[in-house]
């Protein structure tokens, strides 16, 4: 079903950029970071059909909040769908470039995470690095950002933007995926 979603919507919007959702072993591997014993901001830059939303909402406390951007129209009626009476949970139609009026929309000074599956390559040099100065800039001191994606094209401009960067390599998924997990 979410693989049939993928594929429609890959073909009318290079932006989606894969034809299946990412793995459990992918999002078991990237929300380990996560200290769900806390109440917490989480950002989610292009959620999708909302696999990794899916383990957010499972996990998070009763008290945080997770607000997800997804710039594809079919995939936010999904999401608003799926998730929509959760009242932790704001879905916005827009752009991960624009976050920090979204999360001022949202009624929040900063998040504890940020989860990134966007494309980052299809961005252009400027905007993705805008991109990352602007995440840096809505993160606690102590917020961890977190991406996953599937060349090793991110550890540089991580590292360029955030203190200390920390990958690993998620061999099950299609494609396996790199995952880093990026600190002030
Ligand atoms: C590779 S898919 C990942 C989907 C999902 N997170 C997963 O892991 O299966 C990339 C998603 O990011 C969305 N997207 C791409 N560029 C975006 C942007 N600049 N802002 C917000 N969403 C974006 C796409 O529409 C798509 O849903």
Redesign the pocket.
Known sequence: MSTLSYIKNFIK?R????IT??SSFLVKRVCRWVDFTAPNVIVE?????G??TEHLVAEMTRDSKLVL????QA?VEKLRQRFGHDERVEVVH????NVEAILEAAGESAADYVIS???FS?LDDAVKHELLQRTRRILNDDGKFLV?QNYNHMEKPLRRHFGHVHKEYEILNLPPMFAYQATK
């Open positions: 919007d932006d989606v950029a894969a959702p990412s830059y292009g959620p999708g059909t696999v990794f951007i997804e710039g594809n995939f827009d752009r991960a470039e599956g966007i494309p299809f996953y």
